[in-house]
């Protein structure tokens, strides 16, 4: 059983920035792939970026790509996202998740572990 807690969701003015944090928690989680999704309201869930065990591979979604940074520490087991020149379309509820399957997280929207989300609002 993995448990994730996401932290770091808030307000920010777009243009702005923003630093995701999560915490993992469980068995054998060096072993895992974690990444972000997020959903706003009215839309289907969306894939934002993920990061490999080793942190070797790093995938993102075409709305994120040079703009945000996922990272992570595996003695602490946290992942991090670092939202740069965020734009009022990055206003969602942002969801960690982890799956030893890398390749099924970053091809699929259903990994198969997630976070309880955490609120992102950018202000125009």
């Known amino acids: 059983q993995v448990q994730l807690a996401e932290s770091g969701g808030g307000l920010v003015q777009a243009g702005g920035s923003l630093r995701l944090s999560c915490a993992a928690s469980?068995?054998?989680?060096?072993?895992?792939?974690l990444g972000w999704f997020r959903q706003a309201p009215g839309k289907e869930r969306e894939f934002v970026a993920a990061?490999?065990?080793?942190?070797?591979?790093?995938v993102y979604g075409d709305p994120v790509k040079g703009r945000f940074t996922i990272s992570r520490d595996n003695a602490k087991i946290t992942v991090y996202l670092q939202m740069n020149s965020v734009k009022p379309e990055d206003t969602a509820v942002y969801y960690c998740?982890?799956?030893?399957?890398?390749?099924?997280?970053?091809?699929?929207?259903?990994?198969?572990?997630w976070g309880q989300g955490t609120q992102v609002t950018v202000s125009s």
């Open positions: 998740a982890a799956d030893v399957n890398y390749n099924r997280m970053v091809k699929s929207n259903t990994p198969a572990y």
């Open positions: 469980g068995r054998a989680l060096s072993m895992y792939g």
């Open positions: 990061i490999s065990r080793s942190g070797g591979d790093i």
